[in-house]
């Protein structure tokens, strides 16, 4: 079945450090690709998406680009702050699930970035 | 402001009762999903709906139930039988067709 694998974390940088966190996926057909932000005791926000291959999804600084040869699509910022600090969802369409609609979710890569 | 709510933020029950948590919307979304998230689990698909009077079993649908009387709200009620309720619980709609959710605030249960 689909899937969505993540690198785990917890990942800790220093204030304007360079951000990568790998994503990759299995799937059937040609998923659409997300990454979701969850601050400290809030839902989640989309970040960014991307519906094709080479697609590039982009926001706030994050870019993500959709790699079909790698099935791949990792989050990148070339300087992260303080304010970055949070836990990241790489999720795809589910295309051959129960219903147009459903995500699946990666288990999230927590983030911290030091002042 | 269009947005979800969810209420409320913080729930705590004894063990053995049930409790309902609220999702409401003014998105005009059609679909709206519940999930579940734990440390290290990432989210789960409890039950979604697609639309009114509607609604299917997640992935991890046992010990809940949801009903979809209006489009803008989907309420979850944990029962009794589920045997590990403690989580924190989010509710996301989205357009019909659309993969793009939106999630509410969530809701932390504690249950003892």
């Known amino acids: 079945g689909n899937s969505v694998t993540q690198m785990e974390g917890p990942v800790t940088l220093s204030e304007e450090a360079f951000l990568t966190i790998n994503c990759t996926y299995t799937a059937t057909g040609y998923p659409s690709l997300f990454w979701y932000v969850q601050y400290p005791g809030e839902g989640l926000q989309l970040l960014l998406k991307?519906?094709?291959?080479?697609d590039k999804g982009s926001n706030k600084g994050f870019e993500a680009t959709y790699r079909k040869e790698t099935t791949s699509f990792h989050l990148e910022k070339g300087s992260v702050q303080v304010s970055d600090s949070a836990v990241y969802f790489c999720a795809l369409s589910d295309l051959y699930g129960g219903s147009q609609g459903n995500l699946i979710f990666g288990k999230g890569t927590k983030l911290s970035v030091k002042p | 402001d269009g947005g979800i709510t969810q209420s409320p933020k913080y729930l705590f029950r004894k063990e053995g009762q049930n409790v309902t948590l609220s999702c409401e919307q003014n998105?005009?979304?059609?679909?709206m999903y519940w999930y579940r998230q734990d440390p290290g689990q990432g989210l789960r698909l409890i039950y979604y709906?697609?639309?009114?009077?509607?609604?299917q079993k997640g992935d991890i649908a046992e010990g809940y139930s949801v009903s979809r009387e209006k489009k803008e709200s989907f309420p979850l009620t944990v029962t009794s039988a589920q045997k590990n309720p403690t989580a924190f619980y989010l509710c996301?709609?989205?357009?019909?067709?659309?993969?793009?959710?939106?999630f509410g605030p969530g809701t932390r249960l504690t249950v003892t």
């Open positions: 998105l005009n979304h059609d679909a």
């Open positions: 991307a519906t094709k291959a080479d």
């Open positions: 709906s697609q639309i009114v009077n509607d609604f």
């Open positions: 996301a709609s989205s357009l019909a067709g659309s993969y793009e959710q939106y």
